[in-house]
């Protein structure tokens, strides 16, 4: 119930942005919407199909609702839909969380920290916990995408080589956890399967590699186009990133 009714409320709050974003701008990007209605798809659909009975399945949630939805939900949102939470106070001294120094240490030991046992089974026993898990990977997840997106504005320093390397270190830390799941002798969680453990593990390098895979060339290509053009597609300046909340051009 918790993952319905915020995702409800988010989807009231995209909503009622993108219709101030056309009032305002006279249109509104149909591409970007459709990420976000995806992405909550995805969410929706992982919440409607709990997977109590495999590890492979619940791998599966897990990189639907910590990984692509997030992502998904990022590529939908940009500067002038999140001004109205931008012009609240806590959500600002919030925005250190997006920073791609803070975003992936965080994302890294949220992960890590939900699949040592004892957290992963209390997360089976109880449906809150359940839900709070799932929150924590999505907002993290969230916030790891927006920091190598730039949602907002980066730090100077964080050009495309450190931008692979981000990826690369994403990468790294699934990857490592991948294959703790795939070269296991023994069962770790309740499931207390070592073939079903080890299909999990599969599940998770081969979503992380394709999806690290399509980042990277994503990335690469950005740095190949002109100035010019990837000046049209930055959601925001990076020059504006030391003159406050008020600088940002976000209408």
């Given at each position: ?104 240490p965080l ?48 730090p100077r ?13 994403m990468w ?80």
């Amino acid at each position: 119930m918790m993952q319905f009714a915020i995702t409800s409320l988010a989807v009231a709050l995209y909503a009622g942005a993108a219709i101030r974003v056309k009032r305002r701008r006279g249109r509104f990007e149909a591409a970007r919407a459709g990420s976000f209605a995806v992405g909550v798809a995805v969410v929706l659909i992982a919440a409607l199909a709990p997977p109590q009975g495999s590890f492979r399945a619940h791998m599966a949630q897990h990189l639907l609702v910590g990984d692509v939805a997030p992502l998904l939900v990022v590529l939908g949102l940009d500067g002038p839909l999140l001004r109205p939470a931008l012009a609240l106070r806590p959500v600002r001294a919030l925005r250190v969380l997006a920073h791609p120094a803070v975003a992936l240490p965080l994302w890294a030991v949220d992960l890590l920290g939900w699949h040592v046992s004892p957290a992963f089974d209390a997360a089976l026993r109880h449906d809150w916990l359940h839900g709070v898990q799932h929150l924590c990977f999505f907002v993290l997840g969230a916030l790891l995408w927006s920091a190598l997106l730039e949602l907002l504005p980066g730090p100077r320093w964080f050009r495309t080589p450190q931008r692979l390397a981000y990826v690369g270190v994403m990468w790294l830390v699934s990857l490592s956890l991948s294959q703790v799941f795939l070269w296991s002798d023994h069962p770790y969680y309740t499931y207390r399967s070592v073939s079903d453990q080890r299909v999990g593990g599969g599940i998770m390098l081969l979503e992380g590699s394709a999806v690290m895979l399509g980042v990277l060339v994503w990335l690469l290509w950005q740095e190949l186009r002109s100035p010019a053009e990837r000046a049209d597609v930055v959601p925001l300046p990076l020059e504006v990133l030391d003159r406050g909340a008020d600088a940002l051009h976000l209408g």
